[in-house]
């Protein structure tokens, strides 16, 4: 009894050291899995973040877009180190990377006319793990005032406690609340936006609150206790 005790302990030993296996990485994301960064208007600006290659083999990787929200006339396109695409590709598969060099995706943005902000995601695995992802995010501002000079914008926000006032809220088409990290933790869109958002269940920090309505885009940081 003993001996098929210890036969199945090994056993279950060796399936979580494969799965273990399975699910670790073989690059690191730099600058991290997120930029947030303000562009300038007709400005051609790229943003790149990389998955340098930390093993011993070359490395394959493979992307697929997640969503993407780019204002009206703005021009966005998707890069990776196989290829430059015309738009935001749904999905690729990168040049093999060998050790100590890098494989990345890069999103290049044109902001024209219209403020607001880009919210741009896609998720990159290694072609044989596909178990094991990380998603990468990109929020790009342009033409938005600080919320001190927004004083003709047509609704407040205000932090107070734990929860997220919000006035005019029947002019608001969507809301989101992104983490500092670029995470969309919470979005809102017509009747289901209530003027108060319990915000009990953050951790505190500071957040990116991001409003729409028909004429209107407001970007603004809140810290939360």
Known sequence: MKGILNTLALAVAITFAAANV???????????????????FDDLTVYNILQNNV?????????QKVSSDVPPTWEALICD????YADLKESGVMHPVIPGEYAFLSVHLTPHTNAGTAIIRYVVWETDNPLSRDTLTWIISSGI????????????L??????????????IEEISILSAEGKIL???KGQSLNSVIDLSQFSTGIYLIV???ENFHHTQKIFVQ
């Open 186 to 188: 919470f979005e809102g």
């Open 81 to 84: 180190n196989n290829n430059c």
């Open 55 to 63: 093993s011993g083999d070359s490395l394959f990787m493979s992307w």
């Open 211 to 213: 409003a729409r309505g």
């Open 22 to 40: 399975l699910l670790a990485q073989n690059y690191a994301l730099s600058p991290g899995d997120s930029i947030v960064e303000v562009a300038e």
């Open 158 to 171: 205000q932090v107070i406690g734990d929860q997220l006032f919000i006035l005019h809220t029947s002019m």
């Open 145 to 156: 005032t600080g919320v001190e000079n927004q004083t003709s914008l047509p609704l407040s």
